[in-house]
């Protein structure tokens, strides 16, 4: 027992001694770049297209999960499931368009500016809302909703009582996929007027300025992670561990 802790512990020294010297190897990698001089420089304009780009993100996301969530429902209820497949694969092929396509389309019509950027990005985050509300859905267990009938409940409290709080679990799942694609693909909204951390990511590119680049880089990264991490966290607050316990043992069968 005491030789398999010693093991552990020495196992996790080696990966922390391995991750600093990969922090210090980056640090110094980035300080030859100019990253650490601009971004001391610049941070003022850094932290503006930071709140800009979590502003894109949050009202594209606050719009997908409104469209998505209800859209995800209407697709297992009643003569609405014989197109659910059909409407899956349009929204599949919706999400092989590359973003920049989307966001060159969306300007014809929409012109230059935020909008443009939040349309394309609520075009681009419905797919994996609107998937994995109906895959959630669709795997409550029969039997749970022949005991919710047995109890009287009615189509409207079986839905808000039994399915989606045990759906909840993969429509978190969609709703977290869908927000950390979408920090990636708000970088784009620089090339309609949008604002955000592209600004700084294109124009690098263009200038050919590592640091200038990074500056942008860094942030949308940061921000993709400290997401997945949050939304992760407040999947734990808000399910039960009972059915995390069920859907993960459900994944690995």
């Not at 922090?23 to 980035?30: E, V």
């Not at 300080?31 to 420089?41: C, I, P, R």
């Not at 092929?93 to 014809?108: E, K, W, Y």
């Amino acid at each position: 027992m005491k030789g398999s802790l010693n093991k552990l512990s020495g196992g996790g020294q080696t990966w922390t001694l391995v991750g600093l010297a990969l922090a210090f190897a980056t640090g110094a990698w980035f300080e030859s770049l100019g990253f650490f001089e601009f971004t001391k420089n610049n941070t003022d304009e850094i932290w503006i297209l930071f709140i800009e780009h979590v502003h894109l993100v949050l009202i594209s996301s606050v719009i997908s999960i409104s469209i998505g969530v209800p859209t995800g429902i209407l697709l297992t209820r009643g003569f609405m499931r014989r197109y659910r497949n059909w409407s899956l694969n349009l929204l599949g092929i919706c999400q092989t368009v590359p973003s920049l396509a989307v966001i060159a389309i969306a300007m014809t019509y929409l012109g230059i500016g935020k909008k443009t950027a939040i349309f394309a990005l609520v075009i681009y985050g419905l797919l994996p809302i609107i998937r994995n509300s109906v895959a959630g859905l669709a795997s409550v267990d029969p039997v749970i909703l022949d005991a919710g009938r047995g109890m009287g409940m009615s189509p409207r409290q079986l839905l808000f009582r039994v399915e989606l709080p045990n759906a909840l679990y993969i429509i978190l799942a969609g709703i977290r996929t869908s927000m950390v694609i979408n920090v990636g693909t708000a970088a784009m909204s620089f090339l309609v007027g949008g604002g955000g951390l592209g600004d700084l990511i294109f124009s690098g590119i263009a200038m050919v300025d590592p640091g200038y680049m990074l500056a942008g880089a860094v942030p949308t990264a940061a921000l993709a992670i400290f997401l997945n991490w949050f939304l992760g966290k407040v999947e734990g607050w808000t399910i039960s561990p009972g059915l995390v316990y069920e859907q993960s043992t459900a994944s690995d069968i």
